[in-house]
């Protein structure tokens, strides 16, 4: 042939690249394959690799104290807890203008309890201290007061520290008016009033929808005022709006009654003083965090370094290993309950095999709830079993045994309801060894034992395998049952993620213990294809 | 090679009977004795007992009634394992989790014998079928003419003294099958090891055994050498079912000793072999072997009935001419003649008279 004979890539009848036109001719199908998967691909990406992905982020992610503190975080960048001193005054007064505005925007208690669960108390500590800021700022502003009414007019200040054109645009405009702007040069030469004051404008703007012309600002803007002037602002050449006052301003503020915010906080609450509570902010002012996860192994990030919880407080790798070991349990004794009934499924004949097949199928008729709530009429110490036993004298009345609200109960009922997802796989793999191996074997001179194990038993292990991942998966993932039978030593690691999900409402510590769980599942899958081969597991 | 005269009831079954519902019986009455070396198939279409048949030597089926002997012990009692027999499935069975060495193994690990004897054996034993060098390889990387030489070998391998196939080449193309036939025959003979080998083939049958049971409605219709069988079917069932088989019926009008004479339905009179038949009156199936027709006048017999036909179909097969006539009513009537250079292409349409041997034509049960 002459294609053979050729050099360089096979080229098709009209001359182009073979391969390039089997790409054209393929590229059609592909097409439709891709479009007849995409709603399921969708959904999959909207429903679980999303929220997977946001799970892991909110692991790590740690903003919140960046976010809400951004200047002490940067003043913090100072101070060293090693030094064991209370940081500085600009630290405190960094920490006033971040809590004031946090206080104004009521984020001071989301972060308080966020840092709570690192130190308890600075959720308490945050909250005082933001019903306190107010009056600490007010302390300016009725000095500013005083010295002239016109510092407490929203007009004045907005015409004061808003770009002329902005404030001829905004006066007497409706709701918020025209977005606001800066003066420029008062940008300049009040550097710190100008932020609070634009901070505020936004404030007002965006949340409370109304027009700073002529709204009063902030107790802040007058704190902060009193700070630039006694920095020796540049004000003497201004000649602008307001000149006149400013002067007289700068002239008057030595005079003012103004303790420093270190006190002022102190005063508030002693604890403000403690390097402990310092150093936590430090340790956790970063935007991404190892904290939670160290929580989730029982270590705590403090500010001298990681530490190891006290064993009392310690739970979460008991838990973990918890999980782990009830659930080979459970996958164990599903084995060995489900590979005789599978055999059966596989190997009666057709009439009996579907109603066994019924059988099996029942409990997925039934509710969850429904069933695990029989284990415990079943199992509870004035319970059905029990009863039985002390009737047959087997138990005396007092010896009734403990089946429920323990690690027993929850073998127990998470066996009975995993059950069917060991069975399902097994029953598939074994329809399809044929019979003829077993009458090869027995025809060979084996034993019915030496063929059950050396013939059928190793060609059902894919069963065994898509079972076994099957059911440990689920079950250590499993919530229910155990928060129903598990009483306090039968939970799972689930139960513990369940409550911060929803009632500790510390979602990254849950994030991070859900983290683990995957990895650990990841880890495990890892090793069972090591061990046994992924290729061995058949679904059917 | 061993035959009827030299039997000695190796494997016998003594009326054996088999039920599987309690209602209808799928072997009836089943008698039969099987010579030391000798290779006997049963043959038949499916559903007529002969699985079942192998099954019950086997052990994995229990006969309803009667007995089963191997060397002159009942076996009734005895499970599959501790018979001895070799088998070859259907599909080969080989265990896919074992390799070709380990497969030959198994059977002599259970019975316990020394590692260096077993691995002499398992080499013997592929050797034996040419498959030396597969010994590490699993069964799902060989071919299905590997497996089956496999399975053989795996059968063979602990020496039993009887060897049961189960339609072992069924899954083969034509060629493979053909060329296994061989093998296993000679392997066989040359073992000196008693077979029982189960096919639906006739040709399969005819060409390896020693001795034919030809089964249908769970009975033994006819149990003879191929020759035997083909050239001397007892009833029409076995006449049809081996080989191809003429059949024109009709009511027997007199009987001669080794001749008699029939009527068939058309009005013409031909003479035949009675063989099942007992006496005038009574209806007949004439059976007639494709290859025994004649329609050369002058190699027609002295005083044969002729008949007259019209060619219907003429096909050209290469070694023989195949035409299809209609003689007597009936269209399906083939004829078989050697390609030989002398010899008359038959036109389509054409008018011709046959003839045959009355002893090639049996006259048989209606």
Excluded at chain 1, 200 to 210: I, L, S, V
Excluded at chain 1, 503 to 510: D, K, P, Q, T, V
């Amino acid at each position: 042939m002459s294609d053979a004979t050729q050099n360089g890539p096979m080229l098709a009848a009209d001359g182009r690249p073979l391969k390039a036109s089997l790409r054209r001719a393929l590229r059609r199908q592909k097409m439709r394959a891709l479009m007849l998967i995409a709603p399921l691909l969708i959904f999959i990406l909207i429903t679980f690799i999303a929220p997977i992905a946001d799970m892991l982020f909110r692991s790590v992610e740690n903003n919140i104290v960046s976010d809400t503190l951004p200047r002490t975080v940067e003043a913090l960048d100072d101070w060293e807890y090693a030094s064991g001193e209370t940081p500085g005054e600009p630290v405190f007064d960094a920490m006033f203008v971040d809590l004031f505005i946090a206080a104004e925007r009521k984020e001071h208690t989301r972060l308080g309890s966020r840092l709570n669960y690192q130190e308890t108390g600075i959720s308490s500590l945050f909250r005082q201290t933001g019903r306190d800021v107010e009056d600490m700022a007010e302390v300016y502003e009725d000095q500013f007061d005083a010295l002239n009414e016109i510092w407490r007019d929203g007009a004045f200040w907005a015409e004061l520290m808003g770009d002329p054109d902005w404030f001829a645009e905004a006066q007497g405009a409706e709701d918020a008016g025209p977005r606001f702007r800066i003066n420029d040069e008062m940008e300049d030469r009040l550097p710190r009033t100008a932020e609070a004051y634009r901070v505020f404008a936004r404030f007002t703007q965006n949340e409370d929808e109304d027009n700073p012309a002529s709204e009063r600002p902030w107790p802040l803007v007058h704190a902060m005022l009193y700070a630039d002037l006694t920095d020796g602002a540049a004000i003497d050449a201004y000649t602008g709006f307001g000149a006149e006052e400013l002067t007289a301003a700068k002239e008057a503020v030595p005079g003012f009654e103004a303790p420093t915010y270190r006190e002022a906080f102190l005063e508030v609450d002693e604890d403000w003083a403690s390097v402990e509570m310092w150093g936590t902010i430090k340790a956790y002012s970063g935007e991404f965090t190892s904290g939670y996860f160290l929580n989730a192994v029982d270590r705590e990030l403090t500010p001298h370094g990681i530490e190891t919880l006290p064993s009392d407080q310690s739970v979460y790798l008991k838990l973990f290993w918890r999980t782990i070991w009830m659930s080979l349990t459970i996958t164990f004794m599903t084995i060995l309950l489900g590979y005789p009934v599978a055999y059966l499924l596989a190997n009666l004949p057709m009439r009996k095999s579907s109603l066994l097949m019924i059988l099996v199928l029942l409990p997925f008729w039934t509710s969850l709830l429904v069933r695990t709530s029989a284990w415990k009429v079943l199992l509870q110490q004035q319970g059905v079993i029990n009863d039985i036993l002390v009737w047959a004298g087997i138990l005396s009345d007092s010896g009734r045994l403990v089946m429920i609200n323990n690690q027993l109960g929850t073998i127990i009922a998470m066996t009975h309801i995993l059950l069917p997802f060991m069975i399902l796989p097994l029953y598939s793999v074994m329809a399809t060894i044929p019979p003829s191996f077993v009458r090869a074997s027995k025809s060979l001179g084996a034993t019915n034992w030496t063929t059950f194990w050396r013939v059928y038993f190793p060609q059902s292990v894919p069963g065994i395998g898509a079972g076994s991942i099957l059911v440990f998966i689920l079950a250590i993932g499993y919530y229910i049952t155990p928060a129903l039978v598990g009483g306090t030593d039968g939970i799972f690691i689930s139960n513990r993620i369940a409550y911060h999900i929803s009632s500790s409402l510390n979602w990254g510590l849950a994030a991070a213990l859900g983290s683990i769980l995957l990895a650990a599942v990841l880890v495990l899958y890892w090793a069972y294809d090591r061990i046994v081969g992924i290729d061995n597991v058949k679904l059917g | 090679m061993a035959n009827s005269d030299t039997n000695d009831g190796f494997v016998v079954f003594d009326r054996v009977q088999k039920s599987y519902d309690g209602e209808n019986l799928v072997v009836k009455d089943l008698n039969l004795s099987i010579g030391r070396g000798e290779f006997l198939t049963m043959l038949g279409p499916s559903g007529s007992g002969k699985t079942t048949c192998l099954m019950m030597l086997a052990g994995f089926e229990t006969a309803t009634h009667g007995d089963i002997l191997l060397g002159g012990q009942p076996i009734n009692n005895i499970p599959p394992h501790k018979r001895g027999i070799g088998m070859v499935f259907q599909n080969y069975a080989l265990f896919p989790h074992m390799t070709v060495g380990e497969n030959l193994s198994f059977p002599l690990e259970v019975r316990k014998i020394a590692k260096s004897d077993r691995e002499a054996k398992v080499k013997r034993a592929l050797d034996m079928v040419q498959m030396g060098s597969f010994i590490n390889r699993r069964p799902a990387q060989l071919s299905g003419g590997q497996q089956q030489r496999i399975a053989l070998a795996r059968a063979l391998v602990f020496e039993p003294e009887l060897v049961l196939m189960d339609e072992p080449l069924g899954a083969l193309d034509k060629q493979l099958r053909e060329h296994m036939q061989f093998e296993i025959t000679r392997l066989a003979h040359d073992l000196g090891i008693t077979t029982v080998y189960v096919t639906h083939d006739q040709t399969e049958a005819l060409t390896m055994s020693d001795r034919v049971a030809v089964f249908d409605d769970g009975r033994i219709q006819q149990l003879d050498p191929p020759d035997v069988l083909y050239e001397e079917p007892k009833n029409s069932f076995v006449a049809q079912f081996i080989g191809e088989n003429n059949t024109l019926e009709g009511v027997v009008k007199e009987m001669r000793g080794d001749v008699c004479t029939v009527e068939l339905d058309g009005g013409e009179i031909i003479d035949a072999k009675p063989v099942n038949v007992a006496e005038a009156g009574q209806r007949t199936k004439v059976s007639i072997r494709p290859e025994r027709v004649e329609y050369n006048k002058e190699r027609l017999q002295e005083g044969a009935h002729t008949l007259k036909a019209e060619v219907l179909e003429f096909i050209y097969m290469g070694d023989i001419f195949r035409t299809r006539l209609r003689v007597a009513g009936n269209e399906e009537f083939v004829i078989k003649t050697r390609n030989a250079p002398d010899q008359v292409k038959l036109q389509r349409g054409q008018q011709i008279e046959i003839g045959w041997l009355p002893g090639d034509c049996r006259a048989l049960d209606a």
